[in-house]
């Protein structure tokens, strides 16, 4: 199911398509989590896709229940379409590019539906350790540019520069998220919470990195930036430099500003892609879909949020 397939669906259809990829091994109930003795309610009363659960709850469900397309005023096909946008784009949409593209309303329902979907795409909490070559990076994102017209820049703050951490697998995935500072004591801890023992990480010389090799098997190596080393053998953090090209482009570039409350979103977003980075486009989509599952009650509102 890739874009200009989607947009040539009827509502019936988008639905259809919807029920195929969330029950693509029958229809579960989302209220009871039954298998079995589900009737699609027919006849003009009912609106369409709506079933009842009859040998359970006996509740009425549709596919977009207990998912963060629940309660959604959209239309399923609006919703289809924008999961495989996001999920294509390697920089990222904005949200004003998806209201034009999708000809929404307004931009407010577009802000939301990126946000839902990327809280779609988020993997909390983060599964399963990190293994192998670790490559472990930390950089600053937001605030303004040191650089204006190719000349340092002289006058006014330079805005809240936000540090975020990445640890990539050589060849393998990523798991990234904002810090609150690039320590000895933070970085460390979020090494010593995501990486299996048996790992090796390699990083730059910063110092904060200083000693953590003893707690892993494969050991710690380092490359020195400062000295114009990006890799030395099978040294590098080029993966991690790889991934946070991305992010940025898609920061600067997309976005043109993240505030702090939301870069986590953003982190899950770029990490998803990259992590499904080897499949393609339409099974990507596919699968943000059936993550959204389970999502609804953990959703938080992120403008409540955001106060
Ligand atoms: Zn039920």
């Given at each position: 199911?890739?874009?200009?397939q ?22 579960v ?16 009363k ?7 659960c ?19 005023h ?21 949200a ?10 307004s ?10 979907i990327r809280?779609?795409?988020s ?49 393998g995935?990523?798991?990234?998220w904002?810090?609150?500072d ?7 801890g979020?090494?010593?919470d ?5 790992a090796?990480?390699?990083t ?39 991934y946070?090209?991305l ?9 043109h500003?993240?505030?702090?409350v ?7 977003e ?37 106060g």
């Amino acid at each position: 199911m890739n874009l200009s397939q989607v947009s040539k669906l009827s509502e019936d259809q988008a639905r259809e398509t919807l029920e195929r990829i969330r029950w693509a091994n029958g229809v579960v109930c989302p209220h009871c989590g039954r298998v079995d003795g589900h009737t699609k309610l027919q006849g003009k009363k009912h609106r369409s896709g709506v079933w009842k659960c009859n040998s359970g709850c006996a509740k009425q469900f549709t596919a977009t229940v207990g998912t963060v397309m629940e309660g959604s005023h959209l239309p399923i096909r609006i919703w289809l379409m924008a999961f495989s946008i996001l999920c294509s784009a390697k920089k990222g949409v904005s949200a004003l590019q998806l209201q034009r593209q999708l000809g929404l309303g307004s931009y407010r329902s577009a802000w939301h539906l990126c946000h839902r979907i990327r809280f779609a795409m988020s993997r909390n909490p983060l599964k399963g350790m990190l293994d192998g070559v670790v490559m472990v990076d930390e950089t600053f994102v937001g605030g303004k540019p040191r650089y204006e017209h190719g000349k340092p820049r002289k006058k006014g703050p330079s805005g809240k520069r936000m540090a975020v951490v990445a640890l990539v697998e050589r060849g393998g995935r990523v798991k990234s998220w904002p810090i609150a500072d690039v320590t000895a004591a933070t970085l460390k801890g979020a090494i010593d919470d995501h990486v299996a023992r048996s790992a090796s990480i390699q990083t730059d010389t910063l110092m904060s990195y200083k000693g953590i090799g003893k707690w892993f098997k494969g050991g710690h190596q380092t490359v020195n930036h400062a000295k114009r080393e990006y890799a030395r053998g099978d040294v590098s953090t080029n993966e991690a430099e790889s991934y946070f090209a991305l992010l940025k482009r898609g920061i600067t570039g997309s976005f043109h500003s993240v505030s702090k409350v939301h870069l986590h979103r953003y982190c899950d977003e770029f990490s998803y892609r990259w992590n499904e980075r080897k499949t393609t486009d339409a099974a990507r989509t596919e699968k943000a879909i059936i993550l959204s599952e389970g999502k609804r009650l953990m959703y938080a509102d992120p403008i409540r949020k955001a106060g």
